[in-house]
């Protein structure tokens, strides 16, 4: 189904700027913006996937991944079809490349009050809009993150950042928590690999942080593309000066997509930026995709509080948001 789109403006001769995301896109009557499913139509900008959804199901909230934000919970996820990125590298390609009009999609119809419901029928103590990008189905995320908020619900987005200042500072009285991918520090990289731009990245990172939504951030690590020892110190850098609170996923590439010929992460790679993250200060540095380095230690004491296995919670022993050992009050959000 389609709804009128939030954010834009009209312009002369039909046309309409967009201003969801850092693309800023005017759009001429009858095209898509860059995301491939917001259409103008006759100067009125439309969302093809309001309540289409794409791929759904249960996860552990660590595979967001997010691993201060009530661990060993789990969220109801949910995409639709699109993405404001190109990424070469995308794992969810087949669903976030999909273009309405382009492509055959199937679709799952689902009103707003249709998937809190699930969620609340699975158990679930969040709903996550990911697998894609939220940010293009933002009409749909927002009406389901109000219903959910009312229903005792909390709401996660996992996203690339490339937000706008508005989009944002509208849906934060409603947003618990983002996972945000910062895929690189090198302004060509975006372009190249995402048909994008580093620094709305990073603002929206600095945006969310000042509208109280709690972060993590999470960094793939392609071989040759963004792993050279002055990008993973740049990246350390810029984080602990958001705030060495916030936990740094550092995620071992495989190959998939376009880039099907580039050789897997090595261990050795993701440890040296695991270090130099540690270095900089940041006080919860995890690897993804591999069977280690995914437990929360004290920062203080450095007393083990959460033992993992790849999504699984084997011990937790955070007492009431604090380390049982020393009583420090730790970063995230572990209770009610």
Known sequence: M?????????????????????????????KFGFCGVRKNEDGVLYSYVYGEIIASGVDPIEKKPLYHFFPGESSYSIATAGCNFKCGFCQNWQISQASIGKSSIDTIKM???????????????????????????????YDIAKIAKDAGLYNVFVTNGYMSRKAIEMIAPFLDAANIDLKSFREDFYIKNCKAHLEPVLNAIRVM????????LTTLIIPGENDSKQELVD?????????????WHISRFHPDFQFSGYDETSIEVLKKAEQIGKKAGLQYVYLGNILENSNTYCYKCGELLIERMCFDI??????NGKCFACGTLMDGVFVE
């Open 2 to 30: 389609k709804k009128e789109a939030l954010l834009y403006e009209r312009l002369e001769h039909r046309k309409v700027h967009c201003f969801l995301c850092a693309h800023n896109c005017q759009i001429e009557n009858e």
């Open 111 to 141: 009103l707003p009050e249709d998937i809190v419901d699930k969620a609340r029928e699975s158990g679930a103590k969040s709903i996550a809009y990911t697998y894609t990008e939220p940010t293009v189905f933002f009409e749909y995320a």
């Open 209 to 216: 942080r000042e509208n109280n939504i709690w972060i993590e």
């Open 235 to 247: 990246i350390a850098e810029f984080i602990a000066g958001v705030g060495k609170d916030i936990p």
């Open 314 to 319: 084997k011990k937790n022993k955070i007492d």
